[in-house]
């Protein structure tokens, strides 16, 4: 890569991946897992930047179309599990060193490919759209129920059996209304009754 083809983000990965090249230069295998470890981390920086998903494994596959290695990818991710899940887990320099070039060449995809920070409403489509792909029938659902509205909104107004429904409805409603109104009314003028009668009781016991 030529110095005067680095991007800003560029610039940022191959300063933070020098740790990486440090760590695989030592022979001893604890370098050799945190160059992976490393390189892992850089990659998931990129990673949430540019994808959605619950996990790495579903970041990985739904920005599937930026990687050329997708298989690579997912290799190194696996090296990266065992790594932190594995106590003792033993590590070839030839085997940290493939799982780093992958870890590399995938950020290079997507860094590569007008790499830009996602403002708030992507992050925010790109969140609702991994909701409802995981939650289909909560989306059919939500669409019967839009759909059955609009079909309710229809009949009662441009239909002769739904607005006499509707009618009647109003009506019934204003009959509740009103009695309601009534009784709430009458049961105000009570409570004052009550108060200033039993206010004038008092005052007559206190003479």
Same mark, same amino acid.
Request: aromatic share 10%.
């Given at each position: 890569?030529?110095?005067?083809?680095?991007?800003?983000?560029?610039?940022? @990965? *191959?300063?933070?991946?020098? &740790?990486? =090249?440090?760590?695989?230069?030592?022979?001893?295998?604890? $370098? /050799?897992?945190? +160059?992976?470890?490393?390189?892992?981390?850089?990659?998931?920086?990129?990673?949430?930047?540019?994808?959605?998903?619950?996990?790495?494994?579903?970041?990985?596959?739904?920005?599937?179309?930026?990687?050329?290695?997708?298989?690579?990818?997912?290799?190194?991710?696996?090296?990266?599990?065992?790594? @932190? *899940?594995?106590?003792?887990? &033993?590590? =070839?320099?030839?085997?940290?060193?493939?799982?780093?070039? $992958? /870890?590399?060449? +995938?950020?290079?995809?997507?860094?590569?490919?007008?790499?830009?920070?996602?403002?708030?409403?992507?992050?925010?489509?790109?969140?609702?759209?991994?909701?409802?792909?995981?939650?289909?029938?909560?989306?059919?659902?939500?669409?019967?129920?839009?759909?059955?509205?609009?079909?309710?909104?229809?009949?009662?107004?441009?239909?002769?059996?739904?607005?006499?429904?509707?009618?009647?409805?109003?009506?019934? $409603?204003?009959?509740?209304?009103?009695?309601?109104?009534?009784?709430?009314?009458?049961?105000?003028?009570?409570?004052?009754?009550?108060?200033?009668?039993?206010?004038?009781?008092?005052?007559?016991?206190?003479?």
């Amino acid at each position: 890569m030529n110095e005067d083809e680095i991007t800003q983000p560029d610039f940022e @990965v *191959e300063t933070e991946w020098k &740790r990486v =090249t440090i760590l695989l230069n030592r022979k001893d295998e604890p $370098a /050799l897992s945190m +160059a992976v470890l490393e390189a892992h981390k850089i990659f998931r920086q990129i990673l949430n930047e540019v994808s959605f998903g619950g996990t790495i494994d579903d970041q990985i596959h739904n920005a599937g179309e930026l990687f050329k290695d997708i298989n690579g990818v997912l290799a190194a991710d696996l090296v990266q599990q065992h790594i @932190v *899940e594995q106590v003792g887990h &033993r590590i =070839t320099k030839a085997d940290a060193q493939t799982a780093c070039d $992958a /870890l590399m060449k +995938a950020i290079l995809d997507m860094v590569g490919r007008d790499f830009e920070l996602q403002g708030f409403w992507h992050r925010w489509a790109n969140g609702l759209n991994y909701f409802w792909g995981h939650h289909p029938r909560l989306l059919a659902g939500l669409l019967a129920g839009i759909l059955a509205f609009v079909v309710l909104i229809w009949f009662l107004a441009d239909t002769l059996m739904g607005q006499w429904v509707a009618s009647l409805l109003v009506g019934f $409603a204003h009959f509740i209304l009103g009695w309601s109104g009534l009784i709430i009314g009458l049961v105000v003028a009570i409570i004052i009754s009550l108060a200033i009668g039993l206010t004038y009781a008092d005052r007559q016991r206190r003479r």
